[in-house]
């Protein structure tokens, strides 16, 4: 379904926090363009890389969901306009 691997071997945990959230706010993902779901695709290897290195730093667990969350939030806003634009 989503390509998030990052750039270095990831836990199975950060991802399903970055995929979980990703299927939260961002639920047409797979209706997206190739080249916008490529984008969000980089985006979310880079939060699955922060929230691995969040939970090695032994943050808890629902401040990192959070964190994801606001980020993919604000994300989620730029890749609208960036859509609306298009049209």
């Known amino acids: ?41 980089r985006h979310c290897s880079a939060l699955v890389n922060l929230t691995e290195a969040m939970r090695q730093a032994g943050k808890d667990p629902a401040d990192i969901r959070s964190m994801v969350s606001v980020l993919l939030s604000t994300y989620e806003a730029d890749l609208v306009r960036l859509m609306e634009d298009r049209k």
């Open 1 to 41: 379904m989503y390509n998030f691997d990052g750039d270095r071997l990831m836990n199975d945990e950060a991802r399903r926090i970055v995929e979980g959230e990703v299927s939260r706010r961002l639920s047409d993902f797979e209706n997206l363009p190739d080249d916008l779901r490529d984008l969000v695709e």
